[in-house]
């Protein structure tokens, strides 16, 4: 206790306050935040000005927040605080399919469909066939497990973006796999997107001299029984954003060649036109 609180002793002062917490989590946590804000202040030297821009950053971060959008996390994910924890949580064997983060627009539940399904509703778009297996780490095939997908269309919009516009549902699907742990679906080639620009943290995006993009990619989240669920991204080889995504969430692992088929005879074993585009993608999961 002080009834001195300087420059030099502030730190000291502050994190002793916090000595006596009785929640060991709570006191570790604050005391690191006290720890590492404080440095950061040290650091930068902001004058008041500055910290007051900072606090209405911050507001209005919160203000742009509703049921269907969500700032702070946006934020998060531009400074690499998603993927960091994602990849802390998700510590798992090598052999493991890699995770990644889940992104917002997982917000309404995909339809059950089976395999071979057309996810794309919406008639325009490069024809897609994605097959794949579902694997535990030690190769065994997983038969009944879930496969969860969705993404956004070949001009780069979810069907939560363009409501009325595409169809609800459009480029989503839950697939269970059958024999040797196979499942497939027929879509369509995803297109690289911004994340939403006409917020604080689009613009501080755009301030900071950094695009806004996401390179193309499908979502997954593989599911079986006795297993850790994986979420993870397939992302297209050669988009023109794979090494700087806004959010940090490529792993090399995860980048495939989405190959550009011209196979009249396959075209027509899957149902699809010539030419197409195939990927395959096998998602390898930990035992709990
Ligand atoms: C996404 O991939 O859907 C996404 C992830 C993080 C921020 C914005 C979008
Ligand atoms: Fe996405």
């Known amino acids: 206790m002080s009834r001195n609180f300087t420059e030099e002793n502030a730190t000291q002062e502050v994190l002793a306050r916090y000595d006596d917490c009785p929640d060991p989590r709570l006191k570790e946590v604050s005391q690191a935040i006290v720890k590492h804000l404080h440095a950061l202040i040290r650091e930068i030297e902001p004058t008041t000005q500055e910290w007051m821009q900072a606090i209405e950053f911050l507001t209005r971060t919160g203000q742009k927040c509703d049921d269907v959008r969500q700032e702070f996390i946006l934020l998060s994910d531009v400074l690499g605080v998603s993927t960091l924890v994602d990849a802390i949580n998700n510590r798992k064997p090598p052999e493991a399919t890699e995770s990644t983060v889940l ?126 669920p994986v979420v993870t991204h397939l992302f297209v080889e050669g988009d023109p954003w794979i090494e700087s995504d806004v959010v940090f969430g490529v792993k090399e692992t995860l980048v495939r060649d989405f190959d550009l088929m011209d196979d009249p005879a396959k075209a027509a074993e899957y149902g699809v036109s010539n030419p197409f585009r195939h990927v395959h993608n096998v998602i390898t999961l930990a035992p709990v």
């Not at 943290?201 to 755009?206: D, P, Q, S």
Request: hydrophobic content about 35%.
């Open 103 to 228: 992104g917002p627009f997982h917000m309404v539940e995909s339809p059950p469909l089976p395999n071979g399904a057309d996810v794309a509703q919406h008639g325009t778009g490069e024809p897609l066939v994605v097959t794949g297996q579902v694997v535990s780490v030690d190769g065994t095939p997983l038969v009944g497990a879930k496969v969860d997908i969705w993404q956004a269309n070949e001009e780069g919009f979810y069907d939560v973006q363009k409501p009325g516009e595409l169809p609800d549902l459009n480029l989503r699907g839950l697939f269970t796999t059958e024999d040797d742990g196979r499942y497939w679906f027929r879509s369509i080639t995803p297109s690289y997107y911004p994340i939403p620009t006409d917020g604080p943290v689009g613009e501080f995006v755009t301030a900071s001299g950094r695009h806004p993009n996401r390179p193309a990619h499908i979502h997954f989240i593989g599911m079986a029984e006795g297993h850790e």
